[in-house]
């Protein structure tokens, strides 16, 4: 989770990277079961297809 969290922040998705801390600090807690993977991979999934809708538009803003 902890690199998961590193990698998140770099590209923007900071819900994501939230998710990823909550579930650091829950596992030093060895709170495991308060770590859901379903909702990480949601919040994961919404985050990189809104990483790649915007793709187009920061790619031409770079390029141009």
Do not use: W
């Not at 579930?23 to 030093?28: I, S, V």
């Not at 308060?34 to 919404?46: E, M, R, S």
Request: glycine share 4%.
């Amino acid at each position: 989770l902890h690199f998961l969290k590193g990698s998140a922040l770099n590209l923007g998705f900071s819900a994501f990277a939230a998710l990823c801390q909550a579930g650091e600090t829950a596992a030093a807690k060895h709170d495991f079961d308060q770590i859901d993977l379903c909702d990480l991979a949601k919040v994961y999934d919404k985050s990189k297809s809104e990483f790649l809708a915007r793709m187009p538009q920061e790619l031409a803003a770079r390029c141009a």
